[in-house]
Antibody
C-alpha cells in the first residue's frame, strides 16, 4: 500500500522556521520526482516546489524562492521542506505528493503572532 | 506570471454530462503541458484522476475522461453521480519544471 505521511507542521511566529518531513512507502521513492503543494485556508491548491529523483534539480514557486529548501534522502525514503523567514501568507496545509498518482494527507502550518 | 483559468463553479444534474475546461494565459493548451486533473472533496486530500491529458488511474471512475478541446484541457463527466460533487483542479506543466494549478472548479451535482 502506498503511503505518504507528512509531519512537522505547527504554529510558528512570523520570521520563524519549520521543517516538514514526508515519509514514503509502497513505491520506488528513489525513482520518483516529488512535490510539495500547499493550500491556504479556504483557497485552492498551489504548487510550491519540485525535486528530481536524485535531488540535484530543484524548482520553487517565486514566492518561496530563497526562503524554502526542498530536499530528499532516498536511503530513508523521505522528503523534506525546510521553511525559513516564514510569513503569515505561508499559512496552509502542506501536501507531499508524487503528483502523477499519490498524495499525503497534509500537515498544517500556521504562521501567526 | 502564468495564469491557468478554470470555471469557478458548474452545476450538473444527476446522470447528466458536464465539461470542465482549463486554459492557459500563454496560449493554447497542448499535450506538451501534460495536463493533470485533480479531485478534492471537502475535508479530504487531493486525488489525481487524469494525467497526461487523458490517461486514467485504476481508481478513476470510467465516467471521467480527459481531452484537449478548443485550445484548452477538458475534463468531461458523463453520467454524474452525487459522489462526484467536489472541487476539481487542473495542473499544467511549463518549461523550467514549474507547474501551475488552476483556481479550481466547484462542481455541484443537483
Amino acid at each position: 500500500e502506498v503511503q505518504l505521511v507528512e509531519s512537522g507542521g505547527g504554529l510558528v511566529q512570523p520570521g520563524g522556521s519549520l521543517r516538514l518531513s514526508c515519509a514514503a512507502s509502497g513505491f520506488t521513492f528513489s525513482n520518483s520526482r516529488m512535490t510539495w503543494v500547499r493550500q491556504a485556508p479556504g483557497k485552492g491548491l498551489e504548487w510550491v516546489a519540485n525535486i528530481e529523483e536524485h535531488g540535484t534539480e530543484k524548482y520553487y514557486i517565486d514566492s518561496v524562492e530563497g526562503r524554502f529548501t526542498i530536499s530528499r534522502d532516498n536511503a530513508k525514503n523521505s522528503l523534506y521542506l525546510q521553511m525559513s523567514t516564514l510569513r503569515v501568507e505561508d499559512t496552509a496545509v502542506y501536501y507531499c505528493a508524487r503528483i502523477h498518482d499519490f498524495w499525503g494527507q497534509g500537515t498544517l502550518v500556521t504562521v501567526s503572532s | 506570471q502564468t495564469v491557468v483559468t478554470q470555471e469557478p463553479s458548474l452545476t450538473v444534474s444527476p446522470g447528466g454530462t458536464v465539461t470542465l475546461t482549463c486554459g492557459s494565459s500563454t496560449g493554447a493548451v497542448t499535450s506538451g503541458h501534460f495536463p493533470y486533473w485533480v479531485q478534492q472533496k471537502p475535508g479530504q486530500a487531493p486525488r489525481t484522476l487524469i494525467y497526461n491529458t487523458g490517461n486514467k488511474h485504476s481508481w478513476t471512475p470510467a465516467r471521467f475522461s480527459g481531452s484537449l478541446l478548443g485550445g484548452k484541457a477538458a475534463l468531461t463527466l458523463s453520467g454524474a453521480q452525487p459522489e462526484d460533487e467536489a472541487e476539481y483542479y487542473c495542473l499544467l506543466s511549463y518549461t523550467g519544471a514549474r507547474p501551475v494549478f488552476g483556481g479550481g472548479t466547484k462542481l455541484t451535482v443537483l
